[in-house]
């Protein structure tokens, strides 16, 4: 019988308390702030008026006819497999396949099962992005 391989571990902890407003926006750290060395990134939107920082990249949206629910992520550079294993405990997904719960798209875009944009967006945040 094939064993069954041990929980995901967090390898990265949160380095910034975030203050999140009601329409998701959080305030990135300041400039004095040193992020840690990450193996992957994830950028803020642009082009927003008057200088104004962006908004994390993570959308939720509806597939098939309204009874599935996704997560997107945009904008993620670098080691795509860190950031699966990591999201995936941010969420909770510590046992499950990957493969069921994750669609890696092209164009730096990574899609979760269900509705976690608040959870993503408090962990992102938190690791300073």
Not at 29 to 53: H, M
Request: charged share 25%.
């Amino acid at each position: 019988m094939k064993e069954k391989p041990p929980p995901r571990q967090q390898k990265f902890d949160t380095v910034f308390q975030p203050t999140l407003l009601p329409n998701g926006w959080s305030q990135p750290p300041s400039d004095e702030f040193v992020l840690p060395k990450y193996p992957f990134s994830i950028s803020r939107t642009k082009n927003k008026p008057n200088g104004a920082v962006g908004f994390l990249p993570i959308y939720s949206d509806y597939r098939n006819g309204r009874t599935k629910h996704t997560t997107i992520i945009r904008k993620v550079k670098g080691d795509t497999d860190a950031f699966v294993q990591e999201l995936l405990v941010a969420v909770g997904y510590t046992d499950e396949p990957v493969d069921s719960v994750i669609r890696i798209r092209t164009g730096n875009v990574v899609e979760l099962k269900g509705n976690h944009v608040s959870v993503v967006r408090k962990w992102l945040a938190g690791l300073g992005f």
